[in-house]
């Protein structure tokens, strides 16, 4: 696939990560045009270049251009979902309508509506002969913007496609890998943001790396024993979508849900955390959506349990973390 021509690429949404990747794709040559329904929003980055909100003090490639009509996105090679997740359900009937893509790439992590729906399945109820994959990955929006060498993850059971994909992000700084486990990379994607909250929590509470590794190490074991019980492969949560996606949301500073997760280590309401976000933490949702069900098939998915109490107000962090270690103790690896 060495020498594939430039690409025009629509990007649907404007938030960090929909900015983050529209960047990318112009650094390489491709032209790019980013849709977000704000229009005042739409006209400052043309004006500027920038969203010092969201990246603060990066600018943007300038040959990425913006729009607030979904329409203008037609016709393009492919086309990039990045939406917030509980907005998917909104925006795809929108999009099969006014763009009438044939080729979809999600960079959405997180679940469609209220119950284990992943964007690919929503998008095969809306527009099932679209060709689809999913870029997954530790991939901070402001780090990938300035240029922090990063690597993530393509999936899609069209390997031309996925190579297509690859090779358009692929970059200086920015490396994809491919492979076909669709599910695996979207639950991936969802699943590590309940274990960067309880990784916040942690930090919240002042406790230190063993507590940490610990934590880490028992969540990637609920991420594979939740997955693969839906049907994706284990090897994939070891993977970038997995494992590499949960440290990266655990540890780095700017990371929405580990800072969620901080903030309820130190006391505050759920409330109280969220009232002062201009983002959205994708892993409060994700967490009751995930804990309903695990209750429904028996599987035991203990972190998201006591993340979801800390959430509701039932039980204070120390009184979460004093349940989890007087659990009954167990084989290192059960089912």
């Known amino acids: 696939m060495a020498g594939l021509p430039k690409r025009t ?7 960090a990560w929909g900015l983050a990747l529209a960047h990318l794709l112009a650094e390489n ?14 006209d400052r980055l043309r004006r500027e270049h920038r969203d010092d909100t969201r990246l603060p003090g990066v600018t943007l490639n300038p040959k990425i251009g913006y729009t607030a009509t979904l329409e203008d996105l037609r016709g393009k090679d492919f086309h990039v979902l990045v939406v917030k997740s509980a907005a998917v359900s909104e925006v795809l009937p929108r999009v099969m309508e006014e763009v009438e893509p044939k080729r979809v790439v999600s960079a959405v992590k997180g679940f469609v509506g209220d119950r ?19 870029l997954s990955g530790p991939s901070i929006a402001l780090e990938v913007v300035k240029g922090v060498p990063t690597s993530v993850v393509v999936a899609s059971r069209d390997d031309d496609f ?45 406790f230190g790396t063993n507590s940490k590794g610990a ?36 540890f780095s500073p700017n990371s ?48 998201t349990e006591v993340v979801c109490d800390i959430i509701e107000g039932k039980v204070s962090p ?5 349940r989890l270690m007087s659990r009954p103790l167990k084989r290192e690896f059960y089912t």
């Open 116 to 134: 284990i729906k992943t964007v690919s399945q929503a998008v095969a109820e809306v527009m099932p002969e679209v060709t689809y994959a999913v």
């Open 256 to 303: 929405r849900n580990r800072y969620v997760g901080e903030q309820l280590g130190k006391g505050k309401s759920i409330d109280e955390v969220l009232g002062g976000m201009s983002m959205v933490a994708e892993g409060v949702r994700t967490a009751f959506i995930v804990r309903e069900e695990a209750r429904a098939k028996g599987i035991d998915v203990p972190i």
């Open 9 to 15: 690429v629509g990007v649907i949404g404007g938030g």
């Open 162 to 206: 996925a190579q297509e994909v690859q090779h358009a992000f692929s970059g200086r700084t920015f490396r994809v890998y491919r492979q076909d486990d669709v599910l695996g990379v979207e639950l991936g994607g969802a699943l590590k943001n309940i274990i960067a909250i309880a990784a916040g929590i942690s930090d919240g509470l002042g």
């Open 215 to 250: 934590l880490l190490t028992r969540g990637l074991y609920e991420m594979i024993r939740f997955g693969t019980s839906l049907g994706a492969r284990r090897e994939t949560f070891f993977g970038l979508a997995g494992m590499g996606d949960m440290i990266t949301t655990s």
């Open 318 to 322: 120390p009184d979460a973390l004093e």
């Open 29 to 42: 040559g491709h032209e790019v045009l980013v849709w977000d329904r704000n229009p005042g929003r739409i």
